[in-house]
């Protein structure tokens, strides 16, 4: 157990649509990031959030946007869905830019499905 | 350009026995880390072993090492004595730049490991 949740665990959605993904950070933690793991591949670094702004981004276009509460919770936005958003997306969490892997905690994901 | 770079798609492994996974990387910056996670069926990343690229020794967490060939740009994963519960796919990965901050992390295409009773 990572102390990192993720909700929902599963999720269909329609091409075109819109979907919220969320994440709830280990306690004290207030680093983000978030990846996308096609069927068969690695995850890929979507985007960072330290602090509640975004300090890093990898190659995904605008409509992939996120939020960081103050709790540190934060939120995976995709709107416009298409099918090769299908993926799991796993959140992970640390504390102000980890150093060591071990200090980077991965949440069980949530199953993305576009139809 | 491919940044890590996993050619086992899937390895097979009797129970006891010793197994390596490959992982070559490619970098210009001179600062980086090399780690390794294990995914099990469930989805979740669980860290595995971590080497710097300063670090002079290779790393070794309990049944895990990392056989660090820096000129080679490799960063092998060595697993000892194989349990039926290693069964998994297993990720190479590097962060790249200064620890502290922004660091982007990319992975290989993994490695699906089976143990065979």
């Known amino acids: 157990e990572t102390g990192v949740t993720q909700s929902p665990t599963h999720l269909i959605k329609t091409r075109g649509q819109q979907v919220t993904l969320r994440c709830s950070s280990q306690s004290g933690h207030n680093t983000v990031s978030w990846y996308q793991q096609a069927l068969g591949q690695g995850p890929q670094f979507i985007f960072q959030y330290y602090r509640e702004e975004e300090n890093g981004r990898g190659n995904f276009p605008p409509r992939f946007s996120g939020l960081q509460f103050p709790n540190y919770s934060s939120e995976l936005n995709v709107n416009a869905l298409e099918l090769d958003d299908s993926a799991l997306y796993l959140c992970a969490s640390s504390l102000g830019g980890w150093t060591k892997p071990s200090e980077q905690y991965f949440g069980p994901g949530t199953r993305l499905t576009v139809t | 350009a491919q940044k890590i770079t996993q050619t086992q798609p899937g390895m097979f492994v009797q129970e006891k026995e010793a197994v390596t996974l490959d992982c070559t990387y490619d970098?210009?910056?001179?600062?980086?880390?090399l780690f390794w996670y294990k995914q099990p069926s469930s989805g979740e990343m669980i860290f595995l072993i971590y080497q710097g690229s300063y670090d002079q020794q290779n790393a070794t967490e309990g049944r895990y090492s990392l056989n660090f060939q820096k000129a080679r740009k490799s960063a092998n994963l060595v697993i000892s004595a194989s349990q039926l519960g290693d069964s998994a796919m297993y990720f190479c990965?590097?962060?790249?730049?200064?620890?502290?901050?922004?660091?982007?992390?990319?992975f290989g295409t993994g490695t699906k490991l089976q143990v065979i009773p």
């Open positions: 990965a590097m962060r790249e730049g200064e620890s502290g901050g922004y660091q982007k992390v990319t």
């Open positions: 970098t210009s910056d001179p600062s980086y880390g």
